[in-house]
């Protein structure tokens, strides 16, 4: 049996575009395959270095997978590929 897919999400407080984002992903989420985290980038010092002007982005087993946005069907082919 295969470990699930590690899905992380950087975001921020009040982004619309983070809100859409983990929508989508927690509606994936439901049919299983991956697990996900979201960091938070104005609480870690790193995140928000890489990420500030970025959020949110979406990193699919430690590849950067989208930012900005995100298609669903484009998700699913990532997570299985």
Known sequence: ???PREVVVY???GCHLCEIV???IVKLHKHGG???????VDSD???RR???????VVFIN???AFKYRMDEQEFL???SA
Do not use: N, Q
Request: a positive charge; glycine letters at 4%; proline letters at 6%.
């Open 62 to 64: 430690g590849r950067k």
């Open 22 to 24: 983990k929508e989508s």
């Open 77 to 79: 082919r990532k997570l």
């Open 11 to 13: 975001s921020r407080k």
């Open 50 to 56: 890489l990420y500030s002007d970025e959020v949110p």
């Open 45 to 47: 010092t790193e995140a």
């Open 34 to 40: 991956f697990t996900w985290r979201e960091i938070d």
């Open 1 to 3: 049996m295969t470990p």
